[in-house]
């Protein structure tokens, strides 16, 4: 069994258990787009996920309008642990938030957690669009899973609930707390989130706050003020390099 990513592959994300000899239907956008976009017809292969049961490759049966019928011939890739890894943010515009959506699960997230501070300029979330998204990403980018993606909550209300053992990236332009780098290269398995503010920062009682929790590792992203979309990019990737699956 090859795991190795092969990127010419069309990938769809299904809700389907996935075993060899099932048959399975697709949703109706995903017919349209198996059918009139790629124009694939009888026996042609796709690969399909679920996020439980690895990859699997599967031939066309047939097709018409609205429908396509695919049948589940053998599995590709098993199903591998992922990063336990969330993203806590700041909610900010339309195409920056779907960008960030895209990234985020490309760059390995379990969930995407919007979170609503006092400087917060967006106050309604698409949380659909920003699966369709996730979905999206994650289609393209090879992994067996999409991460979740949860309704915003205020900061006060998802810290009151916080996980004891999910330590936090706290991402803060005022510097990195004492001892962070040596906590970041500490591999103790735990899970992870990584916290971006909004655009206009955190309310100083709130980064006073967050500072405070016994879970947090406050660090600087260096030594300029990135918009909350790069700041995300910028601080995924440093935790993928030195806690995550960067190898
Ligand atoms: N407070 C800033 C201001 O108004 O000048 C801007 C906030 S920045 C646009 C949005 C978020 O990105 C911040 O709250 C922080 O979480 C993160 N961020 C941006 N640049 C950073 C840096 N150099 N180090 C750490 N975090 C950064």
Known sequence: MSEILDSSKTRLFVDAELGAGLSIGVSPSQAHYLSQVLRLKSGDKVALFNGRDGEWIAGVDGAGRGWCSLSVEIQSRRQLAEPDLWLVFAPIKRARIDFVAQKATELGVSRIQPVMTRYTQVNRVNTDRLAANAIEAAEQCGRLTVPAVEDPLALDQLMAGWPTERRILLCDERGD???AREALAEKSGAPWAVVI??????????????????QSTAVSLGPRILRADTAVVSALSIWQ??????R
């Open 177 to 179: 707390a004492p001892g």
């Open 197 to 214: 503010g909004p655009e206009g920062g955190f309310h100083p009682d709130e980064r006073e706050k967050l500072r405070r929790l016994p």
């Open 241 to 246: 390099a030195l806690v995550g699956d960067w």
